[in-house]
Structure formats: C-alpha cells, structure tokens
C-alpha cells in the first residue's frame, strides 16, 4: 500500500520555523520527483517546491525562495520541507506529493500527482 504521511506541522508565530517532513513508503521513492504543495482556506493548491529524483535539483516558488529549503533522504525515504522566516501568508495545509513525471515540476494540479498525502496544517500567526 502506497502511504505518504506528513507531520511537523503546528502553529508557529510570524518570523518562526517549522520542518516539515514526508514519510513515502509502497513505491520506489528514489524514481520519483517529490514536490510540496499547499491549499490556504478557500483557495487551490499552490505550488511550493520541487525537489528531483535523485536529489540533486530543486526548484522553488519565487515566494518561497531564500526561507524554505526542500531535501530528501532516499536511505530513509522521507521527504522534508524546512521552512523560515514564516509569514501569515504561508498559513495553509501542505501536502507532500509523488509527481508522475519530472516535467510536471511546478505544476499544483492533482492530475499530476502520483500519489500525495494527507497534509499537515501550517498555521501562522501571532
């Protein structure tokens, strides 16, 4: 059974950090790009970042880049999303989600997802 189950999420004030992390099991994670995305309340998803099958390339929003950092531990098959310097505009469920394809970085669209989890909620305010 394909699982990937989310934590780290909480309510953090604005200017605080929170890690994120994405634990992937029932697929070979090491062949998938793994991207992050969340959904603010009463909007879609939104693209947060990418991170390549391997590792070695990442990709990230333009609001996100410079605060956030996305890696991946294949020994461990976690995914992490380190986030920082949070605002309440970053206040949101973040999922972790398996693409289909690599062309598929930066695309929110669940179409496009192999498979994703349930989310943790990300709550930022003072």
């Known amino acids: 059974e394909v699982q990937l189950v989310e934590s780290g999420g909480g309510l953090v004030q604005p200017g605080g950090s929170l890690r994120l992390s994405c634990a992937a099991s029932?697929?070979?994670?090491?062949?998938?790009?793994m991207t992050w995305v969340r959904q603010a309340p009463g909007k879609g998803l939104e693209w947060v970042s990418t991170i390549s099958d391997g590792g070695g390339l990442t990709y990230y929003a333009d609001s996100m880049k410079g605060r956030f950092t996305i890696s991946k531990d294949i020994a461990k098959n976690t995914l992490d999303l380190q986030m920082n310097s949070l605002k309440p505009e970053d206040t949101a469920m973040y999922y972790c989600?398996?693409?289909?394809?690599?062309?598929?970085?930066?695309?929110?669209?669940?179409?496009?997802?192999?498979?994703w989890g349930q989310g943790t909620q990300v709550t930022v305010s003072s």
């Open positions: 989600a398996a693409y289909l394809s690599s062309w598929c970085v930066g695309y929110s669209d669940s179409r496009r997802f192999a498979y």
């Open positions: 029932g697929f070979t994670f090491s062949t998938y790009t």
